[in-house]
């Protein structure tokens, strides 16, 4: 048998075919490999990326604490400068703070004539804390309440013989006191509250605004309680 020139060359073509055949379809996989690759890391990204879905109510997650604790002030009252004590305690809400608070104090005391003047206070407020994980950090509120100045003779037995009438006067008011507060993490349980504000108090049956016995307050409160 008598091989032709072009017999001679075949197994070298079919070796190159082959050779062509295989370099393709590593090719094709690899292309494959590195086009899947691309899909998922794409489709991982824009799964991250997504907008969210917004809906009127929000489904997170609220945190719910408490605190109570003794309350000290000074305030200035019918013209006087005086320091009053108290209590005060309430719920937070995430950041928002709503609670219930009361103080009382004696203006005067006259033992000669055994006469007294005080005052006393109670309500609720509503605050709000501002990146209240921080240390230090700021609470912006107002108290709603009713005040109650008296004053009188204070020993019945001092009154006999006399004309003089052995009840206490009162004056009753509304009182709305706007306030900041700078409350301070002492422990993750205990904190200090330092607060300033301008109580004015009304008598809507008497004429309206009392400026006498509304005035500056300086606060100082301890708080015992949840707060994260």
Known sequence: MILTTTDRLRPAENKRNFMLYKRTVVTLLLMGIVGFSAFAETAGTAENTAPEYETLSKDKEVFVGGYGGPMMIVTSLNGKTVPAVG?????????????????????????????????????????????????IHPVFGVALGAGSSFSGYYDDDAL?????????????????????????????????????????NFEPWNGGYNEDWSGMTASLEFHFGKFH
């Open 87 to 135: 209590a005060t305690g309430g719920v937070i809400l995430n950041n928002f703070h709503l609670g219930l608070y009361g103080y009382g104090t004696l203006l005067d005391i006259n033992t000669d004539m055994e006469t007294l003047e005080g005052y006393g206070e109670g309500g609720f407020f509503m605050g709000y804390a501002v990146a209240s994980h921080k240390v």
């Open 160 to 200: 006999e013989g006399t004309d003089l009438d052995d009840d206490l006067a009162f004056r009753t008011f509304l009182v709305v006191t706007p306030q900041v507060k700078a409350d301070i993490n002492l422990t993750s349980f205990m904190r200090m509250s330092l607060g300033v504000g301008y109580r004015m």
